[in-house]
């Protein structure tokens, strides 16, 4: 349930800040767009931001930062080795997290690579509530796999259930059993499930977590990017948490870890990532890696200046009243979209609002990627950029076959204190208009298939003139309008 205090009479979510930096937004015409996707090959990763007028493609690296982030930067203390920002820095972890050992990296799948690299050999299973991407991507790379205990609850589109990325306990031991403990580095966790709707696990549920991996000897990795998300939904939807703090909530789960790696494009509002321990072992076993891959060990690849923000953002992450902008701007989007009927996950998340193509356009088979159509015809209807998070999203399997995903998404993130209620307002309009629409849009197909992480630069073409007919019925509904 939403904090009470943060809504007005009439269900308006509240900005808690004030905007006192702006950045000028084009909205270029409906014939514009329609070449401009073309040119990007029908992926919204290849557009260029400046013909797109709300960049909901991500968060990550793109939340708006305070001003108390920003005047930290000033202070920063650049140098290569020793700086007093990574200091402070590795103080402000400490002090939030209990752990006693920082390792920097340049982003969170940096984090993951010295990971994969330390841990995963050939035949190397890592359970996990649900994979991300990069995670499963680099954990592939070193000959491992990983397999989604994610309860059944979880992969329903709709649903009123408040944690939808718990992990089943039962489906967790059946992977050790049939595994065996010795070929399993690690189990991982991740806060705000991102491929599942940006969903949360309960605390009680990550506590079970920890039983059963000391009970096999295994690690418990945490994949905290979307941490601050995961923390305010345990706030306002775990009982026996209602009266805990953030920071008691916060200390509660890293007590539960062996090791917590983030990007910290997303916890803390600034660039950059790292790794965290109160293993020794596990610090050292990992750190030789640092100066290899990213850079000495008191910066990882990151600016100082970066550093600096992360630590005032990491700090201003324990405030319920900044952490809750997200969620309830999503939430009054989700909600918005649902009342009129428009398939959207259910409950609202962290993350960003996430459209269900399979529901949206049944006409678009799995094969013609679903999710990656409604992101172009997105795009065309009001140069509103998202993210696809479906089949194109996962890799093919090793026979080459397509791995159809679980779920077709398109994703519309929210990037943190960014957009007012009325562009928010705007994107409902335009999905809406699409979803009224929506017999119009059709399939794509691959022009150009990389064979690793192909969504970044695959380029697809639409298989007829959907995307002719949607921008003629544009034009019909809307005249000479943007
Ligand atoms: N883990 C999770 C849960 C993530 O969401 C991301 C990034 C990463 C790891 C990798 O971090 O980008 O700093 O290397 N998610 C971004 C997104 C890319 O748009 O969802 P990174």
Redesign the pocket.
């Known amino acids: 349930m939403p904090s009470v205090k943060m809504f007005t009479g009439v269900g308006i979510p509240l900005e808690m800040h004030k905007v006192r930096i702006v950045q000028k937004l084009r909205l270029i015409p409906i014939e514009d767009r329609l070449k401009a996707i073309a040119e990007a090959g029908n992926n919204t990763f290849l557009l260029q931001n400046r013909d797109v007028y709300l960049d909901m493609?991500?968060?990550?690296?793109v939340n708006a930062m305070s001003d108390h982030q920003l005047a930290s930067m000033i202070t920063a203390d650049d140098s290569y080795a020793g700086s007093e920002t990574f200091t402070r820095l590795a103080d402000k972890l400490t002090e939030i997290f209990g752990t006693k050992y920082f390792l920097p990296a340049h982003?969170?799948?940096?984090?993951?690579h010295i990971l994969a690299k330390t841990y995963v050999t050939e035949g190397s299973v890592v359970p996990t509530n649900f994979h991300?991407?990069?995670?499963k991507a680099l954990i592939t790379l070193y000959g491992g796999s990983v397999d989604e205990v994610l309860i059944d609850e979880g992969l329903k589109t709709t649903s009123t259930y408040p944690f939808k990325g718990n992990s089943d306990i039962a489906k967790l031991r059946t992977v050790i059993e049939k595994t065996g403990p010795k070929k399993i580095p690690f189990m991982r966790l991740?806060?705000?499930?991102?491929l599942v709707g940006g969903q949360p696990f309960s605390l009680e549920n990550m506590k079970e977590v920890r039983k059963v991996c000391d009970e096999y000897g295994i690690m418990l990795v945490l994949?905290a990017?979307?941490l601050q998300d995961n923390l305010y939904f345990i706030k306002i939807r775990e009982e026996s948490c209602k009266h805990k703090t953030i920071r008691e909530i916060t200390r509660e789960i890293a007590d539960l870890c062996d090791i917590i790696y983030?990007?910290?494009?997303?916890l803390g509002a600034a660039r950059g990532?790292g790794i965290i321990t109160n293993s020794e072992k596990a610090y050292r076993n990992m750190r030789v890696l640092v100066p290899l891959f990213e850079g000495f060990l008191t910066y990882g690849g990151m600016s100082v200046r970066e550093m600096e923000a992360m630590a005032v953002g990491l700090e201003e992450t324990m405030d319920e009243e900044v952490i809750n902008q997200g969620p309830q701007f999503i939430e009054y989007m989700v909600n918005e979209l649902d009342r009129k009927g428009i398939p959207v996950v259910t409950p609202a998340g962290g993350?960003g609002c996430h459209l269900n193509a399979r529901e949206f356009i049944p006409q678009v088979p799995q094969d013609q990627y679903p999710a990656g159509a409604l992101g172009a015809a997105m795009y065309i209807a009001g140069a509103v950029r998202g993210?696809e998070r479906g089949t194109l999203s996962e890799q093919r399997n090793p026979d080459g076959s397509e791995r159809l995903a679980e779920m077709e998404l398109l994703?519309l993130?929210m990037p943190r204190r960014v957009f007012t209620l009325s562009q928010v307002k705007y994107a409902i309009d335009r999905i809406t208009w699409l979803y009224e629409n929506r017999a119009l849009v059709g399939g794509l197909k691959f022009v150009e298939e990389p064979p690793v992480l192909r969504f970044f630069f695959g380029r697809l073409e639409p298989v007829s003139d959907w995307q002719t007919k949607l921008a003629a019925k544009f034009r019909a509904d809307l005249g000479d309008s943007l």
């Open positions: 493609l991500t968060d990550s690296g982003q969170g799948r940096a984090a993951e991300f991407t990069t995670t991740e806060a705000g499930t991102n994949d990017s979307l983030f990007s910290a494009r997303k990532g993350l993210m994703r993130a």
